[in-house]
């Protein structure tokens, strides 16, 4: 099980590892200013009259912005800060909408490990999970990043 620690080099991680993040509320002060930041202002995430009338009967926070705080979440726990070198990819669902006040935590697993020595590291694939309060998963995928490893620092 990976724990909120210092940052964890390539070779530290095993497949199977994983680690869930604190939660957090989302809040409509996050949906405000993400739709300005993204110009996303579809009525759905920022006009609640609107929104009442729609199918979940309440503003739907932007799936992006669920996913950049998932990403936040990650940075959070501290096992990376030092030893990332790349973000190269993921591929996302968004499964069940995330409302404004929900509390989301991100579940990390280790699912693959690629060492990459010409790039310096290894590439590490997890799969993540974006949780709500109510413990049902609201986004999921992989995400693949460069870490460093010892062994390339060592050269």
């Not at 693959?112 to 049902?136: A, C, D, Y």
């Amino acid at each position: 099980m990976l724990q909120q620690s210092p940052s964890l080099w390539f070779e530290d991680f095993a497949v199977g590892d994983a680690v869930e993040s604190l939660g957090r509320t989302v809040t409509e002060a996050d949906v405000v200013n993400f739709a300005a930041l993204s110009g996303d202002w579809n009525l759905i995430h920022t006009d609640a009259e609107y929104a009442r009338e729609q199918m979940y009967g309440q503003r739907v926070v932007h799936g992006l912005l669920v996913l950049s705080i998932s990403s936040g979440q990650m940075v959070r726990l501290g096992f990376l800060n030092d030893t990332t070198i790349a973000f190269m990819g993921l591929d996302w669902q968004f499964r069940r909408p995330v409302f404004i006040n929900d509390t989301i935590r991100t579940r990390l697993t280790v699912s693959e490990l690629r060492t990459m020595k010409r790039l310096g590291g290894g590439k590490i694939t997890f799969k993540v999970e974006v949780i709500n309060q109510e413990g049902k998963q609201c986004q999921r995928g992989s995400w693949e990043l460069l870490c460093k490893s010892r062994e390339a620092q060592a050269d």
